[in-house]
């Protein structure tokens, strides 16, 4: 099994890389092995919860950062 990984691209998707599961409110699974997925958080991809890189074309911005964990 791969270690899974979340990388937070700068005004763009979360790019998901190695094994996940992910179930949408349905219960329907999309299951990914060794892949590398980008979901969105712009809000206006067609294919959510996929990226259809729509945060381009609507000027998305979002620059956060990871804060010091308290503790």
């Known amino acids: 099994m ?3 990984h ?3 691209r700068e ?3 979360y790019l998901v ?3 996940l599961t ?3 409110c349905d219960g329907n699974a999309y299951v ?3 892949a ?3 979901l969105c958080r712009c809000g206006h ?3 959510k919860p996929f990226c259809d890189g729509s945060h381009k074309r609507v000027g998305f911005a979002a620059t956060e950062r990871a804060a010091e964990r308290a503790g």
């Open 32 to 34: 990914l092995e060794g």
């Open 22 to 24: 992910l179930t949408d």
């Open 6 to 8: 979340i990388k937070v």
């Open 2 to 4: 791969a270690a899974t």
């Open 17 to 19: 890389t190695g094994d």
């Open 11 to 13: 005004s763009g998707p």
């Open 45 to 47: 991809s067609e294919s």
């Open 36 to 38: 590398t997925a980008a």
